[in-house]
């Protein structure tokens, strides 16, 4: 948790510090932008110019006979080029990239040279000259003239620029606000959640969890309250089990004494031929025998009070449709019989409402697949359903040694068959299973048939239908 909080904020910071570098280095290149992209333009116009001047003895007619003078195409962000000769009798404006006609200050004559002083005003010259009217210039000086070049520059590279600036920005906005929203949405919960399962093991148990609006931890964090509440309730019934027990035995240990105490006076009586009357004896016999019912009454209600308190389920039966409880052991099981290469089939089956408690129903055909793996020969498993007056529902696996005398006995608590080898159990499940059928007004039997040369084991569970 701390390494993410961490991470996030060096993230945060590392984005900060970029976006400080990018802006500084923007703001750096566009103030050196225009002296690094013109000049090396207006070098080489130069160098072409005074070359110009000195074969042509005269100054370029406009910049597209420069631009042919020189063999190329034209100069990166050059606009026109404005020239008079350092006496200011005469100037020129050229045809600029952008396709502006000329404006002739004078009539050129054919020799491409200025006309002369007193056919325009000089001062009017030389003042729109060097009149800048908002735009870039820079001015070249020869032997004989003086070159006014204006440009602009291109703000392309520029937009590039912010664009990647802008491109790598959201891109680190992006980063910090999944992390955040990681840690927000995910870690944050999961660590009120990390002390969970170990205050459960300490068995505190009752602290109820906050509920939260969390897509990812709403039903987990609602799983685990009803977790710790079923625990709780199991650790108060527990308790008062416990206590109930140890009343009852207490009572009992009581009651029990005094007709023990008897018998054990007549048994000493008797042996000490205390009694010589026959029908004194008779009666003493009697006696005992009354005594040692009353303690074997004792002894049942020991019994039945201990297979309470695994008899006590909560079920909490309704209408349900059966499919929903077929599908959740086709995909329970599926994949496990796949693993263990047994044959396993649902056949078809038609979906009706039937009274039951779809939780404890789920459990029911567990121990029923579960004992079908365990003791049949491991081939085929089929479940078979049938709609009489009853919904039936037939669990059959191939392989069973069972003999037909022990069917009678394997719904009975802690009965295990002679065909149970080393598989470990306990005995209680198929008689677990009938205690919850009955419940909900179902029941479940149990039969052996014989299909060529195998014996199949056939469980039926019945509902009722609704």
Not at 50 to 57: A, I, Q
Not at 100 to 126: F, I, N, S, Y
Not at 190 to 206: A, I, V
Not at 389 to 413: A, K, M, T, W
């Amino acid at each position: 948790m701390k390494d993410m909080k961490w991470l996030t904020i060096k993230v945060l910071l590392l984005f900060s510090v970029l976006a400080l570098v990018l802006v500084l280095s923007a703001w750096n290149w566009q103030e050196g932008q225009p002296a690094q992209l013109y000049q090396v333009s207006l070098n080489r116009m130069e160098y072409a110019i005074r070359e110009f001047e000195t074969k042509n003895h005269r100054a370029a007619k406009d910049l597209q006979e420069l631009e042919t003078f020189a063999g190329i195409s034209g100069y990166q962000g050059i606009t026109s080029l404005f020239w008079i000769d350092r006496q200011g009798e005469s100037a020129q404006k050229t045809i600029d990239k952008q396709g502006d006609h000329p404006e002739k200050l004078q009539d050129q004559k054919a020799t491409g040279k200025g006309a002369k002083a007193d056919d325009l005003d000089v001062e009017t010259t030389r003042e729109k000259f060097w009149n800048n009217d908002g735009q870039n210039y820079a001015v070249i000086a020869t032997e004989t003239h003086y070159y006014k070049v204006t440009y602009h520059f291109s703000h392309s590279e520029k937009k590039l620029l912010f664009w990647v600036i802008g491109e790598a920005l959201l891109f680190l906005a992006g980063i910090a606000m999944l992390l955040w929203y990681l840690w927000h949405k995910l870690l944050l919960p999961f660590h009120r959640l990390s002390r969970l399962p170990y205050e459960l093991s300490k068995g505190n148990l009752t602290v109820p969890l906050l509920e939260q609006k969390n897509h990812f931890f709403g039903r987990f964090l609602w799983g685990m309250d009803l977790l710790r509440e079923n625990l709780e309730h199991q650790r108060q019934r527990e308790l008062a089990l416990q206590k109930e027990k140890k009343l009852l035995l207490l009572s009992l240990s009581h009651d029990i004494k005094t007709p023990l105490s008897a018998i054990k006076l007549y048994a000493s009586a008797l042996s000490r031929n205390l009694y010589k009357d026959q029908a004194k004896k008779q009666e003493v016999a009697e006696h005992i025998s009354q005594k040692s019912d009353e303690i074997e009454q004792y002894i049942s209600e020991i019994v039945c009070a201990s297979s309470e308190d695994f008899l006590d389920f909560q079920v909490y039966a309704k209408a349900v449709y059966i499919q929903q409880v077929l599908e959740e052991i086709r995909a329970y099981y599926q994949e496990k019989m796949r693993l263990n290469q047994i044959s396993f089939r649902i056949l078809d089956y038609p979906n009706c409402l039937v009274y039951a408690d779809p939780d404890r129903l789920v459990e029911v055909l567990q121990n029923v697949v579960e004992n079908a793996m365990k003791y049949g020969d491991g081939e085929s498993i089929e479940i078979q359903i049938d709609r009489e007056e009853e919904y039936l529902i037939s669990v059959q696996n191939s392989g069973c040694d069972l003999p037909q005398r022990e069917l009678l006995h394997i719904f009975d608590s802690f009965f295990r068959g002679s065909n149970v080898t080393n598989q470990a159990g306990s005995g209680l499940g198929l008689y677990i299973c009938r205690q919850l059928l009955h419940q909900m007004e179902g029941e479940v039997t149990a039969s052996v048939e014989r299909k060529g040369n195998k014996n199949f084991m056939k469980v039926v569970v019945a509902l009722r239908v609704i």
